[in-house]
């Protein structure tokens, strides 16, 4: 069948990783922005959550689509792990990369395995928390806590050297690859990680500085 004949090559691999961390790049832009609102103030934040709740429809669907897209990303970034692993340890292998590896790239399946972790344990604090309470107050309580707040810190950096790796291999895949913008590409590799390291790990630096007391 031609899907699993466009799954096993190599291109099919390739456009599955980079369509689906297109795809996660999005949720993350809209996150970044609902979160934002915290910066504002509890009552901002507490009425965005509110209103995305009054839609509970939209939630699981979208819910269910990202759970979705996430389990393809993880999927098949295992599987060319284990492939090149299997490669790397032939006593055939051959480097073939046309490309200087980084720290990023090297990493990769680390980092990744960094924000799966960051994922259970946010999603059941946060998603599944107390209805009892308000998220507002969630937010401050977890966030203003030393190592809860530090182990965000740490992941939200492991996310941006994913980022950084991630968002060039994406481009390339797409074929956007040409001399006269590969310089705004590689300024743009790092503008977008740090953009959402500051972004996000503004949050709990805002609540456990003590910054964010009267949130
Ligand atoms: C300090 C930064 C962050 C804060 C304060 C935050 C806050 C939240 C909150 C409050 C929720 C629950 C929403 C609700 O059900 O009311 C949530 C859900 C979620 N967050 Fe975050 N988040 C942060 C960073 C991230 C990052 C970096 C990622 C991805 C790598 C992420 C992925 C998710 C996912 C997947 C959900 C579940 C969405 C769903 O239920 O559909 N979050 N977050």
Redesign the pocket.
Known sequence: MWFVRFLSSSIGKKLIMATTGLL?LL??CT??A??AT?YMSSEVFQGY?DE??SHPLI?IV??TI??LI?LAHIGMGLFLFYQNWQVSKSRYSVTTRVVKNTFSSETMPYTGLI?LT??IV??FS??F?SSEVP?SV??KEM?GGFFYGLF?IV??IA?AFHLNHGFWSMLQTFGMNHPRYNDAISKLTLILPLF?LI??????LYFMTGLGASY
């Open positions: 996660l949720f993350l996150h970044v609902g979160n915290i959550a995305l709740h939630v979208f819910s990202f759970l996430f924000i960051f994922l946010h999603i946060f998603t928390s998220i969630t937010v966030l965000y992941s939200f996310l959402f972004m996000f790990a503004g949050i709990p």
